[in-house]
Every structure is written in C-alpha cells, then in structure tokens.
C-alpha cells in the first residue's frame, strides 16, 4: 500500500494499536501520531516504529481520551507538526467486566463509557473538524478516512459485558451514523469490530460470570478455533482507511474468526 500521508492512532501503547502503527510505518506512512495514556508504553512503540521505518517522523503524545481538552490538544498538535491528518485509527478503550445490570455500579458504567464511547467521540470530533479544513488529496475527493474500532460486544449481546456492550454498540451507531452525513464532505468513517483478540486487555481479563475463563480459547466460538493476534485487526484498520477501501464508509467490518452467533 502507499501511504502518503499523516496516521493518528490512539491506544498505541500495546496490542492493536501497536501493531496498527507499525504496520502504518511498513507500508509507507512516514509522519504517525500515537497516542496513549501510557507514555512509557508509547517509548517502546516509537522504538519498534524506528526499527522498521527509520526515516519515519513519529509525535509522541500521552493522551486520556477521556479528557477532552488532552484529546483536543493532540490533533491540534498532530496538524501543527504535520500539516494535516489523513488516516485515523481510534483504538483506545478497555474492557470491563462487570455484573448483571442491577449490580452495576454507576461509577463503573461511567469509567466505560468515558473512555470507550465519551473518549472516542473527543476523537472523532477533533479529527473531523480538522479533516473538514483541509485539501482532498485524490481523485476521489478524499479529505480524510476515519476507523473506529468497536468489538463483538457492539454486534451482538453479551451476557457478562452489559456496560461493555452498551458503550461498543453506541460506537458502531455513531460510526454509521457519521460515515453517512460526512461522506458528502469527502471523509470516510468505518467501524472494525474484533472477536476474541491476543491483547492485553483480554490476558488481564477474567469471565467472572461465564463458566470458562476468556483466557481460554475455549471460551469462544468461531470457524477458526482461536484467538486472534493483534496483526491481524490491524491488516483490517490500515486497508480500510486507505484509498484502497476508498468505496467504502458507514461500514462495519467484523474481524472474529467466523464467531458463532454473529
């Protein structure tokens, strides 16, 4: 693929958005913006960037997507470094386990969906207002292209995720939603919903409700039989924000293994 352009990738600190930002790196793309909240994380990430794209120009920014005004500062800084944005991959989120509805505490249903929803949307925001601003940069009258990563949880209902779930579908919603109205503007939007990915979250991450852990590959379903690796969903994040998917928007691409019930 030919990146020509500027990646901003958030969550990049480790798993997916990790291996997107590398991967955006190895094919081409020699200006990225990574994000985290973990700034160490982020080292270790522009190290691994560095080793396979030494010529590239990569800003570092340790970011809480929950707090508007980091997110907002990030993407200013990204178009003042860069002069524009072309590719974003918003990746940042966690997961929680929880239990049923009744039980939930309020402060828990409000830490997911400030990072996981709340935080997205800073995201998408800034970086659609400064797509809005510059130069479409193809034939196709591209201004910029926009994934945001949900999960499963946001397709299907899972029992033992009501918070997770409820966050996850709410980006798929907004994702469609904007990828309708901004199309006409020249700026795709897409959702990549991943199964049962080899990440952090997953390995900290116990299934307290269901009867087998989910650090068990036998506690999911698919036509594969595994985990997914982090590689994987990041192959799906960089082909769909380049000009290669350059068809395509309001679209939800589920990356799971063929998971059953889905």
């Known amino acids: 693929m030919d990146f020509p352009g500027v990646a901003l990738i958030t969550g990049a600190g480790s798993g997916i958005g990790q291996q997107t930002s590398i991967l955006y790196a190895k094919e081409g793309c020699q200006r990225l913006t990574i994000a985290d909240i973990n700034s160490t994380a982020l080292e270790h990430t522009q190290q691994l960037i560095n080793s396979v794209a030494p010529a590239a120009q990569v800003l570092v920014r340790a970011c809480d997507v929950s707090k508007e005004e980091e997110v907002e500062a990030m993407v200013d800084e990204t178009v003042t470094r860069f002069g524009r944005i072309d590719y974003c991959a918003n990746v940042a989120g966690i997961s929680l386990l929880g239990p049923p509805t009744d039980q939930i505490a309020t402060a828990l249903?409000?830490?997911?969906?400030?990072?996981?929803?709340?935080?997205?949307?800073?995201?998408?925001?800034?970086?659609?207002?400064?797509?809005?601003?510059?130069e479409p940069d193809s034939r196709y009258t591209a201004r910029g292209s926009i994934v945001n990563v949900s999960s499963m949880a946001g397709l299907v209902g899972l029992g033992d995720l009501p918070v997770y779930s409820a966050s996850k579908h709410g980006v798929v919603g907004l994702s469609k939603a904007d990828g309708m109205h901004y199309g006409q503007h020249g700026i795709r939007v897409n959702t990549v919903c991943p199964g049962a990915i080899n990440t952090p979250i997953l390995q900290n991450s116990g299934n307290a409700v269901g009867v087998k852990p989910l650090t068990s590959p036998d506690a999911i379903q698919n036509?594969?039989?595994?985990?997914?690796?982090?590689?994987?969903?990041?192959?799906?994040?960089?082909?769909?924000?380049?000009?290669?998917?350059?068809?395509?928007?309001a679209a939800v691409l589920a990356v799971n293994g063929g998971q059953i019930g889905a």
Request: glycine residues 6%; neutral net charge.
């Open 109 to 134: 249903f409000d830490r997911d969906q400030n990072i996981n929803l709340r935080g997205l949307f800073f995201c998408e925001r800034a970086e659609l207002r400064a797509m809005l601003k510059q």
């Open 223 to 249: 036509a594969l039989g595994r985990f997914g690796d982090p590689q994987e969903v990041a192959e799906a994040l960089v082909w769909i924000t380049s000009h290669r998917a350059s068809y395509i928007t």
